[in-house]
T-cell receptor, first 109, second 114 residues
Framework: SQELEQSPQSLIVQEGKNLTINCTSS?????LYWYKQKYGEGLIFLMM?????EEKSHEKITAKLDEKKQQSSLHITASQPSHAGIYLC?????????FGAGTILRVKS | SAVISQKPSRDICQRGTSLTIQCQVD?????MFWYRQQPGQSLTLIAT?????????ESGFVIDKFPISRPNLTFSTLTVSNMSPEDSSIYLC???????????FGSGTRLTVV
């Protein structure tokens, strides 16, 4: 079965600093999703990557999928308190999603 | 992308009772997914619900504990039966929203069993 490993588990950054979250898969990724979750709430879709080498950006968040399609990174530029939350990567595993353990991000102002 | 209305948003229940969670989608979808998120953990798929057939349960989840209904293409319910404190979790439903939006999730039901 496919497993996703996220790192770091948690992160505290000063407002304005950049940060990167990584997601490594045990198998080739055919669809990699990034979500953000506020504490105790539902998931907010950020981005989906499918092609090796693909990169997408939305506002200050950039996600990349490596050429081998086994690792993805999520980069936040000039972090803000609104970026705080739990970031989850999910892999399309035959019509369902398998999730990583999540990265808890706290932004100090 | 699809919009999902999930309710209740939270509940506190006595052990031994059951709770039914509802998800309403604003468009017709073939499959609906139900996930559980235990405290401090990531999401785990409980089952996939297709309209007109029995739900498909993942390893570790059984129909007697988590019965699912899917009466039409826009609605589904998940019941958590004979609850114990170990069932305290966030339960989320999800649907596929197409190539640009991936999977859309409901806002979640935060269940506490006392």
């Amino acid at each position: 079965s496919q497993e996703l490993e996220q790192s770091p588990q948690s992160l505290i950054v000063q407002e304005g600093k950049n940060l990167t979250i990584n997601c490594t898969s045990s198998k080739t990724l055919y669809g990699l999703y990034w979500y953000k979750q506020k504490y105790g709430e539902g998931l907010i879709f950020l981005m989906m990557l499918q092609k090796g080498g693909e990169e997408k950006s939305h506002e200050k968040i950039t996600a990349k999928l490596d050429e081998k399609k086994q690792q993805s990174s999520l980069h936040i530029t000039a972090s803000q308190p609104s970026h705080a939350g739990i970031y989850l990567c999910g892999a399309d595993a035959g019509g369902k999603l398998v999730f990583g353990a999540g990265t808890i991000l706290r932004v100090k102002s | 992308s699809a919009v999902i209305s999930q309710k209740p948003s939270r509940d506190i229940c006595q052990r031994g009772t059951s709770l039914t969670i509802q998800c309403q989608v604003d468009s017709q979808v073939t499959m609906m997914f139900w996930y559980r998120q235990q405290p401090g953990q990531s999401l785990t798929l409980i089952a996939t619900a297709n309209q007109g057939s029995e739900a498909t349960y993942e390893s570790g989840f059984v129909i007697d504990k988590f019965p699912i209904s899917r009466p039409n293409l826009t609605f589904s319910t998940l019941t958590v039966s004979n609850m114990s404190p170990e069932d305290s979790s966030i339960y989320l439903c999800s649907v596929e929203s197409g190539a640009h939006y991936g999977y859309t999730f409901g806002s979640g039901t935060r269940l506490t069993v006392v």
